[in-house]
């Protein structure tokens, strides 16, 4: 017998009332349950919506069973499973992408007699399954652990303001102040919006805040507007991004190109005939930037991985093993 498992119904993004409505007609009309309720064990973990409609009706169901080695990895499997949907919506996406971060586990790192190996290796461990579900779902690792703020935030917020918020009608900047206040005056923020006509960031003053600096317009237009690798509202991918890694490589390149042109000078000032009694100087001034070009060029940044950046010397060592 198929049954409701509250930490399982608790992961799902609930249906509006239009969504509620279409899917009872469908079922109503067909006179059947066209897709199986899927369990596990004897939990549904997909057809919450389509059980209720179909056990309140007396319509007949099919089943499948599913087979998942613990309770997280089903959750897993339903946020995955509603991420994969056509008819998801962005906004719906961004809060089911950010539970995914939000449920990663603490790992323990390898331990040592250091904290701060151990600490180290937790983030590491953390930074590589954002990576995975950045990878799983399409976007970028800045964009999930974007995505992970605005999840939380929403989970603080009332019943019919979480509502909003994935059914994006709320702003991220929106959720996320609003999850600073109590439940007591988030309903009363609501009701001034409502009662005034106000959006709920101009009762929050949230626009007074300092902005976000924007990296161009989104092509959704209207307050939709790219912020490092995407859109701040809607997530859309900035195609002019440049990672964090290639920015800095970028950074690194220029400090060294100007070391290289430092020495290109003193050499050139050396080659004239005056330059000859200022050779000792000029030998000690190249040998002074090339001592400080070469671990700078050792550790300018080549790539990003897991959300760290990896260097050259990096690289280097990976390679000796």
């Known amino acids: 017998m198929a049954k409701v498992k509250p930490a399982f119904r608790d ?27 899927v369990l596990w064990k004897d939990w549904i973990v997909d057809g919450h919506h389509r059980h209720e409609i179909a056990e309140r009706l007396g ?19 339903i946020i995955l499973n509603q991420l994969g949907r056509r008819n998801i919506t962005e906004s719906k996406a961004k809060y089911l992408r950010g539970l995914l971060v939000n449920r990663l586990p603490a790992q323990p790192g390898k331990r040592t007699d250091k904290a701060a190996t151990s600490d180290q290796n937790d983030q590491r461990l953390k ?12 976007v970028s690792v800045p964009t999930v652990r974007r995505d992970a703020v605005f999840a939380a935030a929403a989970d603080k917020l009332t019943a019919p303001l979480k509502a909003k918020a994935i059914e994006g009608e709320l702003t991220q900047k929106e959720v996320v102040a609003l999850a600073k206040k109590t439940k007591t005056e988030q309903s009363k923020i609501a009701r001034e919006a409502r009662t005034e006509g106000k959006s709920v960031a101009e009762v929050l003053g949230v ?7 924007s990296s161009g317009d989104c092509p959704r237009g209207g307050d939709h507007k790219f912020v490092d690798d995407a859109c701040v509202n809607c997530s859309e991918p900035n195609p ?6 290639q920015q800095q490589a970028a950074i690194h390149k220029k400090a060294c190109d100007d070391l290289n042109r430092i020495k290109r000078e003193v050499a050139s000032i050396t080659a004239e ?11 000690r001034i190249t040998k002074a930037v090339t001592d400080a070009k070469n671990p700078l060029w ?3 940044p080549v790539e990003e991985k897991a959300g760290a950046i990896i260097t050259r010397m990096d690289q280097q060592s990976r390679r000796k093993k």
């Open 240 to 245: 002019n991004y440049l990672p964090l890694w």
């Open 11 to 37: 992961v799902l993004v609930a249906l509006t009332d239009d969504e509620k409505e279409q899917l009872e007609a469908n079922i109503v009309t067909e006179g059947r349950v066209r897709e199986p309720i």
């Open 59 to 77: 319509i007949n169901y099919q089943v499948v069973i599913k087979d998942f080695a613990s309770e997280a990895d089903a959750k897993d499997w």
């Open 127 to 138: 930074g590589e399954k954002v990576a995975d579900i950045a990878e799983k779902t399409g």
């Open 207 to 213: 626009k007074a805040g300092k902005k976000e600096e």
């Open 273 to 283: 005939p005056t330059g000859e009694y200022l050779a000792g100087a000029a030998t």
């Open 298 to 300: 050792q550790l300018m």
